[in-house]
């Protein structure tokens, strides 16, 4: 008999995979040039030289037996390492290689970090607008996700009505920053504050509630600035970490979670994390690619594209008259549909073959997300067709 769950999920499809494959179809149509996809969060650079190198002088010069061979179940050990190291002489926090846990992408680190954390029937509290796979990896542990509303325009987290939800029954805090969908980058003072508000209500309700930071776009930031690390504002911090956009590796799918120095159980959270790796089958990352990273820290391909990309959205939908918050990083950028309803935008947009999403699968109504990962010159030449949608809009 097959799992009813999981079955029942199949009606409840991505919109964004869906808006990927309709792309699919019309370029077969009328030709992949023609057709302007915003959809998908697939980096558009190559990876940096140096990781193909390190791929090459591994499959070269290794020994295959160990290149290739099974690594332990915390990771493969030159990775942590290096990871630990990177992170301290960056961020100035004393990491050590215990306290990192080697992932299949952010995702992998997000599902762990949340297993670790929580138990069934716990809450864990996210802010609008999320990503929108959140619900599964947190619904898949037996915990609960709450959301907490948006404060539109600017996207900073709603600090009060977060303060609002946070009961006993919340362990745990998801956030991502910089954010998916919006661009925003979370500042200083939203960090500050959040980590004041978590520790006096840790200390009231007689136990730690743990933030979980989910940073894949931590090195696509733009006007050569960098994004806060939440964990150095919050000791109890398990940072989620991925390389497939600061290194172009989506196919790869390599991440770790971070436990900060200090954090509430450091001594035992990988080894938790490695538990929790035999109940759901997860068993590390390919080793070689672990090791080829290993080498890689401290680089990035060249990401700024995507400031290129930005700017020109950014001016032309202002231009044409939409409402946008100009994004502080990633590779997203989330202006105020022209019409109540986003979806129905959306479809609109899909007969200037503008491919959007909209905002509702990320827990906000009357915006759309555009991923920008494209050819820049491709952004150009869709900008006259944003023109056209807009003109449309207003008759």
Known sequence: MLNEQYRAMLDHKSVIRETFMYGRQRAAEIGAENVFDYSLGNPSVPCPEEFTRAMQRLLAEGDPVDLHGYCPSQGDPGF??????????????????????????????IAHA????????????????YFPEYGPYVEGTGAHLKVVPPQAPAFQPNLDAFEEMLTPAVTCVLINTPNNPTG????????????????????AFGH???????????????????APYPAAFYPHTLTCFSYSKSLSLP????????????????????????????????????????????LC???????????????????????????????????????????????????????????????????????????????????RRSLPAFEKLAAACRR
């Open 184 to 203: 925003v980058v979370y500042s200083a003072e939203t960090l500050t504050r959040m980590a004041e508000i978590l520790t006096a209500k840790g200390r």
């Open 208 to 226: 730690v509630i743990y933030l979980v930071s989910d940073e894949p776009y931590r090195d696509i930031v733009f006007d050569g600035k960098n």
């Open 297 to 379: 820290q401290g680089v990035t391909s060249d990401l700024s594209v995507y400031q290129t990309n930005m700017d020109l959205l950014y001016n032309a939908l202002t231009e044409y008259g939409f409402e946008v918050e100009r994004p502080g990083g990633t590779f997203y950028i989330f202006p105020k549909a022209l019409e109540a309803d986003a979806n129905a935008f959306c479809r609109k947009a899909r007969e200037f073959d503008l491919l959007l999403v909209p905002s509702d699968t990320f827990g906000v109504a009357g915006y759309v997300r555009l991923a920008y990962c494209i050819e820049t010159e491709k952004v």
């Open 80 to 109: 942590r390492a290096a990871v630990a190291a990177h992170l301290a002489e960056r961020f100035g926090l004393p990491y050590r290689a215990e306290d990192i846990f080697p992932t299949t992408g952010a995702a992998g680190a």
């Open 251 to 294: 196919g790869e799918r390599l991440g770790y979670v971070a436990a900060a120095p200090g954090c509430e159980g450091e001594e035992v959270l990988v080894d938790v994390m490695a538990q929790i790796s035999r109940f759901t089958g997860h068993n590390c990352p390919p080793s070689i690619i672990q090791r080829a990273v290993a």
């Open 114 to 129: 949340v297993r670790a954390v929580t138990r069934p029937g716990d809450e864990v509290l996210t802010f609008a607008p």
